[in-house]
């Protein structure tokens, strides 16, 4: 018996039952958005493709964090038009996990310099972002552990 889950096709009941389409499709997108990141620890630097137009023609890939120091889990915000865009991830620096952000007003032609929003002394990852359609107004938050808790910080910018 098999069922039709948008493109992926389940072909017996244990597929269906576990949810396999759903499992197969994220995996999928998992891969493809982590291309970036692997190309990104294999070389040490987070890369940022490009896209230069609506076609498929990309720009040279732009490295975004420091040569020397694993960065990961990159995420992407956007305004609605696309002019403005936000990338943040945390990186190890030695010592410590760190948060990083970096902001593009040009549609991502140009980056600005990097900067680290996390607190030194204290691992903080897995970064999240939200962005107004304007690209005016953007938040990002963190977990960090403190020595005793885990904690939650979040840092606002204004563009």
Do not use: K
């Not at 943040?88 to 010592?95: L, Q």
């Not at 962005?131 to 963190?142: E, K, L």
Request: charged share 15%; glycine share 10%; aromatic share 12%.
């Amino acid at each position: 018996m098999a069922e039709d889950w948008g493109g992926c096709q389940a072909t017996s009941r244990w597929q269906v039952g576990w949810g396999y389409c759903r499992r197969h499709t994220f995996y999928v997108g998992f891969v493809m958005r982590r291309l970036l990141l692997v190309l990104g620890v294999l070389s040490g630097v987070l890369l940022m493709p490009v896209l230069a137009s609506a076609s498929t023609n990309w720009s040279a890939a732009v490295a975004l964090s420091e040569a020397g120091q694993s960065a990961y889990v990159p995420l992407v915000a956007m305004s609605a038009d696309g002019t403005t865009q936000t990338i943040t991830w945390y990186r190890y620096d030695g010592a410590d996990l760190r948060v990083q952000a970096t902001t593009s007003a040009d549609s991502g032609q140009t980056w600005s310099d990097v900067e680290t929003l996390s607190e030194v002394g204290q691992g903080a990852w897995y970064p999240e972002m939200a962005m107004s359609a304007d690209g005016t107004t953007q938040t990002i938050t963190w977990r960090r552990y403190d020595g005793a808790n885990w904690r939650v910080q979040t840092t606002n910018g204004d563009f």
